[in-house]
Every structure is written in structure tokens, then in C-alpha cells.
């Protein structure tokens, strides 16, 4: 089986060819618009509308050229269809549309974020049921993978995502955007308790997190300090990722009691890339005799491969949409989730 996978929801142009059979990747191609959004601080929807526009279709023939194959030999197209900023999403969707009804083979709309959670499964044989952190620069949530489209959500963020607070963190720290790679990179030549910095929300009850107080401690470190010197930044870019850190384990470790059937813990998005996090999620899984397991730190991004991998575990149970699928800026993994304790909850 080939599926083609589309990802425009963000600021990456992605296009990738799946197979269910190894090798399951056979092209995985990421266009990055960081240059037409960073004299801005951070993503434009217009801008990434029309970039996704300029090269989606010229990053579909290349990645069918890379995986040495024509456009008749595709099973399905799959497109992200939500939840992600509208104008991209729209046009991923059109283009899934059209060579799907062109070539007479399924259309799949993949949930962006059941493109992450399901993402593990391409590389490794990790069953349902599985506690999932999901972490990315629009999301922070635990949820309890029990299938495919079946996810209970034990908590989220009740203000910024976990990804947010590093992008934001790091352009208080002049260290630019994307912010996660760059506070990782600072945060190697630094101290992590040369600074305090609150941990917000550890030790409540239950799996929801909060970030916004976080990112308001530092930037009143950083205006206390007036310019930073660079072993300051490091100092404060360490202390960052532990604060964060420690309440992304303290989370993670309330939702393990909240589900105690299951063998697997699961990190996914943008923010699991980081091997700081890694780490230490691996050894909080040891502490319960669980498995830890994350995909691949460049898998963990945005991509192609996890929207043709989930097409092909959605295709394998008949879960194919029809060509009347409107595209969602908003889709929650698990529309039956309560409310997160707190305003402007992030679904
Ligand atoms: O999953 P993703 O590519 O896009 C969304 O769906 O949001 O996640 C992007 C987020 C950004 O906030 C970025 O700063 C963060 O993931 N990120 C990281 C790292 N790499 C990317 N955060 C911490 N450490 C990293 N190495
Ligand atoms: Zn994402």
C-alpha cells in the first residue's frame, strides 16, 4: 500500500510517500517557510497560506520523483484536515482532493494530531492502549491513545502550549524562531539553577499544565539583568527547559495514576524532539516499569510521513472521508473532554 501524505496546517510544506511495508518511508520532503515569517516573530496565516500555495505542487512531484514513483501507483491520498491555521489546511485539503478524485483512489483527512500520536507506530510496534504527551507549539495535552480516532484526554493547557513557551521563551532571550531548538542549544552551555523560575501547576490534581506564568518570571529575569551577557542566556535558557521540564514530568506522572493499564508512555510533537525531555521521560517510564518510546527527533516535527502513516492506519480500518470533508481549523482528539480548569483553553 502507498498513500501520499500532505501537511499544510503550520508554517512547514510537507509531502511524503508511506508504505506499510519497509521500508515504510519512501520520500519525506519538508519546505520550511522560517525565512518568510521571521521578520515577524512568528508564523503569518496569509503568508503561509500563500507559500503553501507557491510549492505544494511542486513538493508532491518531487517527493513522487524521490520515491520512484507516477501518481497512478498511489492507494490514497492523505491531507492534514485539522486543526491548524485555515488557509494552508484549505489548501493541502483541495490538492488531496483533486489528485484523489483525479486518480480514482481514496481521500483520508488525518487529524493533525492524530498524525503526531499515531507517528511512533511507523517506526516502532508500540499497541494500544498508550499514555500519549503530546507536545507541539498549538498543543499540550495527555491523552490515552485506545485506537485509531480513539483518544481520551486526561489533561491540557489551560494557557500556552509547551512549544509556545519555548518559542516565546527564546524570543525573550534574542534567540530567535523556532525557539525549542534554540533553548536546547543555549541551554547545553548553561546552568539550570543559576536561576528560578516557577513551575506552574506541579503537584495539582490531575494532568492539566500552564505556561503563561513561566514565560512572565523570565521576562522579568531577563529586565532585571537589563542585556543579558551570553553565559546569562545560557544560564536562563537552561533553567527554561528544566522549568519546563519538570512540570511536563510532574504532569505525565499524574496521568500514569490516572490509567493504570497501560505498558507504554509516548511522547510526540514538535517539543519531543527535545533529548533533554527524552531523557527524562525515559527514565520517569523506568520508574513504573513502563516503555518509553518517541519517534524520531526529525519525525517529531511537523511532516509529511506521520499524515501518510495515519492515512494508512485509518485506511487499514475503512476510516476513507468523502470529498464533502470541510476542512477544520479546530478538531479535538477527544470532543467528549471536559474543559481544562482555566480560560481560553487550547482544545
Ligand atoms: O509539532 P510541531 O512541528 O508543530 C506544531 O504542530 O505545533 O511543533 C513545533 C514546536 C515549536 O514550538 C518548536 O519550538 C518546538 O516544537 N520544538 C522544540 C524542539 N524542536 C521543536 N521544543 C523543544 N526542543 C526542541 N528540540
Ligand atoms: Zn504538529
Redo the contacts with the bound molecule.
Keep these: 500500500m502507498l498513500v501520499l501524505g500532505i501537511e499544510t496546517s503550520?508554517d512547514e510544506t510537507a509531502a511524503a510517500v508511506v508504505s506499510d511495508r519497509a521500508p515504510r518511508i519512501h520520500a519525506n520532503l519538508v519546505l520550511s517557510q522560517l525565512a518568510e515569517h521571521r521578520p515577524y516573530g512568528g508564523v503569518v496565516p496569509e503568508i503561509a497560506a500563500r507559500a503553501h500555495l507557491d510549492h505544494l505542487d511542486g513538493l508532491i512531484a518531487r517527493a513522487l520523483d524521490e520515491a520512484g514513483i507516477g501518481v497512478d501507483a498511489l492507494d490514497a491520498v492523505a491531507a492534514t484536515g485539522g486543526p491548524g491555521l485555515i488557509g494552508g489546511v484549505i489548501v493541502g485539503v483541495m490538492a488531496a482532493k483533486a489528485m484523489a478524485l483525479a486518480r480514482g483512489v481514496p481521500f483520508i483527512a488525518v487529524n493533525?494530531l492524530e498524525g503526531?500520536a499515531l507517528t511512533v507506530r511507523l517506526e516502532h510496534d508500540v499497541p494500544f492502549p498508550f499514555l500519549l504527551l503530546l507536545v507541539?507549539?498549538?498543543h499540550c495535552q495527555l491523552l490515552v491513545a485506545e485506537g485509531i480516532g480513539r483518544y481520551r484526554r486526561l489533561g491540557t493547557t489551560i494557557d500556552d502550549a509547551a512549544?509556545?513557551a519555548?518559542?516565546k521563551g527564546a524570543k525573550l532571550l534574542g534567540l530567535g524562531f523556532?525557539?525549542?531548538?534554540a533553548?536546547?542549544r543555549a541551554a547545553r552551555e548553561g546552568n539550570p539553577a543559576h536561576f528560578d523560575l516557577p513551575r506552574p501547576m506541579i503537584g495539582r490534581a490531575g494532568a492539566d499544565f500552564s505556561f503563561s506564568g513561566l514565560k512572565t518570571a523570565l521576562a522579568q529575569r531577563v529586565a532585571a539583568l537589563g542585556s543579558p551577557e551570553p553565559a546569562d542566556t545560557a544560564d536562563l535558557a537552561a533553567a527554561l527547559q528544566e522549568a519546563i521540564g519538570d512540570c511536563l514530568i510532574d504532569r505525565t506522572r499524574h496521568a500514569l495514576g490516572m490509567c493504570k493499564s497501560v505498558r507504554h508512555l509516548v511522547a510526540a510533537?514538535?517539543?519531543a524532539?527535545?533529548l533533554r525531555l527524552r531523557a527524562r521521560l525515559e527514565a520517569l517510564a523506568a520508574e513504573s516499569e513502563l516503555t518509553f518510546v518517541a519517534p524520531s527527533p526529525k519525525l517529531c516535527?511537523?511532516n509529511g510521513a506521520m499524515i501518510g502513516w495515519a492515512g494508512i492506519e485509518r485506511l487499514r480500518e475503512g476510516l476513507i472521508d468523502g470529498l464533502d470533508f470541510a476542512p477544520r481549523p479546530r478538531w479535538p482528539l477527544d470532543p467528549k473532554a471536559p474543559r481544562a480548569a482555566g480560560a481560553g483553553v487550547k482544545a
Design positions: 503550520c493533525h503526531h507541539s507549539g498549538g512549544g509556545e519555548f518559542d523556532p525557539g525549542g531548538p533553548i536546547e510533537g514538535g517539543v524532539a527535545n516535527t511537523d
